[in-house]
């Protein structure tokens, strides 16, 4: 179609070749799967046999931007999902996340978002409790909210059920630092 995909500049000398092939071989494959996951995602717009799940996938391919307009509409694809299953764990966290990622953008003005962040954390919770997301999505309200104990707790937990998680692990680390516990959080 002639459509630019991406475009860069790469060093082509010979002391460089190695490194330059690994950055351009990591573009092409960024490039690829995207394209794949717009594509096998677009599937779905508008389907009324999308399930559960497909409608989460949605709404985290929206939380990749990050303006009001597009947490907003990741919000409503995990109200759809949920809509298809109501205990469904992680439509409950990426819903709460998206909440509290609108907090921050709206620079932390309305306190009824972290509200409903923490409500929907903790049913995510109580229904799986063996789910790390809830204990973090748990945590990041509690952190904003400025709860900083609530919020190493639950972060506490979350890494119990899965040390792993990169992401939660940073929260978790955010988290130690607003209680001064520096070599914790390091």
């Known amino acids: 179609s002639g459509e630019n995909i991406w475009a860069g500049q790469f060093p082509f000398e010979r002391a460089q070749r190695a490194g330059c092939f690994r950055d351009l071989s990591l573009r092409i494959i960024l490039s690829l799967v995207d394209s794949v996951e717009r594509t096998e995602l677009s599937r779905y717009d508008g389907s009324p046999h999308a399930t559960a799940y497909q409608l989460y996938l949605a709404g985290q391919n ?14 409503r694809w995990f109200r759809a999902a949920l809509n298809e299953c109501q205990d469904f764990v992680p439509a409950l966290t990426g819903l709460a996340r998206s909440f509290e990622v609108e907090w921050v953008l709206m620079a932390g003005g309305d306190t009824e978002l972290l509200d409903e962040a923490t409500q929907l954390a903790l049913r995510a919770i109580e229904i799986d409790p063996d789910d790390a997301r809830g204990y973090r ?29 990169a992401d939660q692990i940073a929260d978790y680390a955010d988290a130690l630092t607003h209680t001064s516990d520096f070599p914790g959080a390091l």
């Open 137 to 165: 999505e748990l945590g990041v309200s509690s952190l904003y909210a400025k709860r900083y104990d609530d919020s190493v707790e639950a972060l506490d937990r979350g890494e119990q059920r899965n040390p792993q998680h």
């Open 62 to 75: 929206e939380l990749r931007l990050l303006d009001l307009r597009n947490i907003r509409r990741g919000r």
